[in-house]
């Protein structure tokens, strides 16, 4: 029995497995810096976040006002940080001085590494070169400002009929001062009746034309009315210094109904018989007229200081001639 057995256990199938390897390669740790970066991001996203949070927002205004390329003014003052702007800072209200402690003092030898001695710009220089620069392109942007709306006076009126018949009336010139609009008399055509400050129908279409222009420009408005030299009677209460003042404040009046605002109104002036358009014929009746300077931003600040003509304004070209009329 133990024989036959162990014949049966010979017969017995022997099974090999095999198991195909399917080599699928290393991953590698390429996600593991995308998802670095990727936190690192949103880590200096929130901490942006929490500093715009917790800071001061004269500080806030501090730092843009220094990536401001425009922003002029620069303080005197030295903190003493060393820092980029070497201990300078910027703001709206004027210089603010840095409480930072340096960790290192800042040399104040006036001498570099060699020993020779540091040639450093003065900041008065620097503010009056940036402050030269900005009246400059200030004044460049008058100028063209002025200029389209001479051409737009001029324009107007070409296409006007009515107008076109007073354009000999109407004077407009860039002077100093700004621009210089001047309604005149004309021989046959006055504006104002004699002696009085109610002005004819067509002196008023010509001041309402000329308020549509000046309502859409931001200078102040100097109105001002000159007379002849004809004089009153000996003894006369009413002046041309009363009439010319009359006649500025009744084209005032018809200037403001146009739509200006009364804060775009600097002053108004009544010069008598000073400043004649024609000196030399005191009576030509081209000297009875209104002028409208829009005036120029640094004549409007000396008015407001009333230190009016302390400063002399350089004109950028000569002004046109003011007895050529338009037309």
Do not use: C
Not at 92 to 100: E, L, M, R, W
């Amino acid at each position: 029995m133990a024989k036959g057995g162990g014949k049966k256990d010979e017969l017995q199938p022997i099974i090999i497995k095999r198991v195909k390897k399917v080599a699928g390669g290393h991953h590698g740790g390429a996600w593991k810096v995308a998802y670095a970066d990727f936190v690192t991001a949103m880590m200096a996203f929130f901490l942006l976040l929490w500093l715009l949070n917790v800071a001061v927002q004269d500080k806030l205004e501090t730092i843009s006002n220094y990536f401001d390329p425009s922003f002029p003014r620069i303080s005197s003052a030295e903190s003493g940080s060393g820092g980029v702007m070497g201990g300078l800072t910027m703001s709206p209200d004027g210089a603010q001085v840095s409480t930072v402690q340096p960790l290192v003092q800042p040399d104040t030898t006036g001498k570099n590494s060699q020993g020779e001695a540091r040639e450093e710009p003065e900041l008065s220089q620097y503010d009056e070169q940036t402050l030269e620069k900005l009246e400059q392109e200030l004044r460049q942007q008058e100028d063209r400002r002025f200029e389209e709306a001479k051409q737009e006076l001029e324009e107007m009126m070409k296409k006007d009929a009515q107008l076109a018949e007073l354009a000999k009336n109407l004077m407009v010139d860039i002077t100093p001062e700004g621009l210089r609009i001047q309604i005149v008399d004309q021989e046959g055509k006055p504006m104002f009746p004699s002696g009085s400050a109610e002005m004819f129908d067509r002196a008023r279409l010509l001041m309402t034309k000329v308020g549509e222009v000046v309502r859409t420009m931001p200078n102040q408005a100097s109105v001002r009315g000159h007379t002849d030299s004809n004089p009153y009677p000996p003894g006369a209460k009413y002046t041309n210094w009363e009439l010319s003042a009359d006649r500025a404040n009744a084209s005032r009046r018809v200037l403001l109904d146009t739509g200006i605002p009364e804060t775009q109104m600097a002053n108004v002036m009544g010069k008598s018989d000073r400043e004649h358009l024609i000196k030399e014929v005191p009576s030509d009746p081209r000297n009875r007229r209104i002028s409208i300077i829009m005036l120029r931003e640094e004549m409007k600040d000396a008015i407001e200081r009333g230190a009016f003509g302390a400063r002399t304004p350089q004109p950028v070209r000569p002004a046109a001639p003011a007895e050529q009329p338009i037309g």
